[in-house]
């Protein structure tokens, strides 16, 4: 797809910041040479910092020197381990059950306060399992075979210190709960999902990352909008129609690529004022489900829109970092899509421009595209 048919506009601005230089750039016809495209564009020029899909993994059994004496134990009874596990002496705190083909969920002592049961063939979680552990902190199951029918309903909610809970790659049908207020990560992606009730993250006033991606998640009840820490929620891969009911407040990564999304209420963004990454590539949004300010969000830097329906270039914030737009049937170039005035004043802060693989002719740059895109760096048709 990508062959030499590509061009690049690269639109050179030595310094970008400069009005005036930009205006001479500009007069001297400088100001843009289209070059044949050589290399790709890598996919997002933001690396969001909020993306820690694994647990963090502490102890590592090889580096353990086996001459140095264990220290010796402060009471006998916590040292307490199933045999199934690795309970490193120098982390009384952490029980590593971690890739051992177990079936079961071994016993966990109740000075535990991380747990690690990943990539092992358990199925279920009895109703008592956490009972004597209320201090846990981690709980790490992914990669298991667990479902929601086998799963205890009350097992999280009385682990008023968990903070950490990863449920990914199991065979969950259904959101787990209730949780405990104290969660600030919950991992669930790749489970098979399908609905989150309209009470199953109520009162998670800590939750700051909500991985669901690889669901079937068509039905979302719960409203976001209460959960006042969350700055992540990842609902990629999944079977949603609509976008989810009300952002929450400190959203800054929204990611809700492949889903069957059709259309985007009118200031959806704004209620999220910290807002900057959205990814909505992959769905079937087209110019006529768009409500005309859906992305007159001063906040998002980062857009990613590619592979949707869209004929005409979206109305976008002139802060605008980054906007993607490759792989749909875009067949203008519109200028007044970023800038409705173009003057000195009013230019769009937009850097990286994709729109190749749509149906614009190389030649289509308006002629106030240079003074409205004066600080783009790239732009691809
Ligand atoms: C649970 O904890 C109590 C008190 O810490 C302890 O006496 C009891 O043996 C524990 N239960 C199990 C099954 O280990
Ligand atoms: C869990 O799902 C996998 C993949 O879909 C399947 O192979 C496996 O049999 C399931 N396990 C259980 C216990 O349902
Ligand atoms: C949420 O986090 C704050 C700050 O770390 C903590 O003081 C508070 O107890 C937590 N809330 C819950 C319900 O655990
Ligand atoms: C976009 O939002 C800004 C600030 O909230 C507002 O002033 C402006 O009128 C909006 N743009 C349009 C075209 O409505
Ligand atoms: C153009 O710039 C001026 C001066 O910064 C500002 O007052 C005005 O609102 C801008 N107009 C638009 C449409 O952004």
Redesign the pocket.
């Known amino acids: 797809m990508f062959n030499t048919m590509h061009w690049v506009a690269i639109l050179i601005l030595a310094g970008i910041c400069g009005v005036s230089q930009a205006q001479y750039y500009y007069e001297d016809e400088l100001w843009m040479q289209y070059l044949l495209r050589q290399a790709r564009v890598p996919s997002y020029n933001y690396v969001p910092y909020y993306e820690d899909e694994s647990p963090p993994y502490y102890y590592a059994p090889g580096e353990m020197s086996v001459a140095e004496p264990a220290p010796e134990p402060v009471q006998p009874v916590s040292r307490q381990c199933p045999q199934e596990c690795d309970c490193p002496p120098n982390l009384p705190s952490a029980m590593y059950c971690d890739g051992r083909n177990l079936r079961y969920l071994p016993f966990v002592p109740s000075r535990m306060k991380y747990v690690y049961f990943q990539n092992n063939q358990i199925t279920s979680i009895q109703e008592a399992a956490f009972d004597n552990a209320t201090n846990l902190e981690w709980i790490a199951l992914h990669g298991n075979q667990i479902s929601s029918e086998k799963m205890g309903k009350k097992i999280f909610a009385k682990l008023?210190n968990l903070e950490r809970l990863y449920l990914n790659n199991n065979n969950l049908t259904k959101m787990p709960g209730p949780l405990?207020?104290?969660l600030r990560e919950l991992h669930l992606a790749y489970n098979q999902i399908s609905k989150i009730p309209a009470n199953a993250l109520e009162g998670l006033?800590?939750l700051t990352a909500l991985y669901l991606s690889h669901n079937y998640i068509y039905e979302i009840a719960a409203s976001f909008k209460g959960l006042k820490s969350l700055i992540l929620v990842d609902l990629s891969y999944n079977h949603l129609r609509k976008v989810p009911d009300g952002l929450p407040i400190a959203l800054e990564q929204l990611y809700l690529d492949y889903n069957y999304i059709n259309t985007i209420p009118d200031e959806y963004f704004k209620v999220s004022p910290k807002l900057l990454y959205v990814r909505l590539a992959h769905n079937t949004l087209t110019n006529e489900g768009l409500a005309s300010n859906a992305f007159n969000s001063s906040s998002i830097l980062e857009l990613d829109l590619s592979y949707n329906r869209f004929q005409k270039i979206p109305r976008v914030s002139t802060q605008l970092e980054n906007l993607y737009l490759q792989g749909n049937q875009i067949n203008e170039f519109s200028i007044s899509s970023f800038c409705t005035v173009v003057d000195v004043m009013n230019f769009s802060r937009l850097q990286v421009l994709r729109l190749d693989g749509n149906e614009i002719q190389r030649n289509a740059m308006p002629p106030d595209a240079p003074l409205c895109l004066r600080r783009a760096n790239v732009i691809e048709i």
């Open positions: 008023k405990p207020r104290s006033e800590n």
